[in-house]
């Protein structure tokens, strides 16, 4: 199978083109997905970390997108490309 992608990291590539079914140029930030609890990151847990970087408290027991400043810079934010990613990763942390 040929999973050609849109340039970058290359797991997170090829994420973002099965996601979106296209190409589309991926960056390193863009699986940095945790739960909310998860330290250390930045001396702090994810949710303090994603409080820091958004002014947007998280719920408990939720998952964070510490990368989702570059999502939103590329207009992936709103689209169902961030929900699946968030699928994938808590899917991948679960594993840990």
Do not use: C
């Amino acid at each position: 199978m040929n999973a050609a992608t849109g340039g970058g990291p290359p797991e997170q590539a090829a994420w973002l083109t099965l996601v979106l079914g296209a190409l589309a140029p991926a960056e390193s930030t863009d699986l940095d997905i945790y739960p909310a609890d998860f330290a250390p990151i930045e001396r702090a847990n994810a949710g303090t970390v994603f409080r820091r970087r958004t002014a947007i408290t998280p719920p408990a027991g939720s998952l964070v997108h510490l990368g989702i400043a570059p999502l939103t810079r590329r207009e992936l934010n709103r689209s169902p490309v961030g929900g699946f990613l968030v699928f994938i990763i808590s899917m991948k942390a679960s594993k840990r």
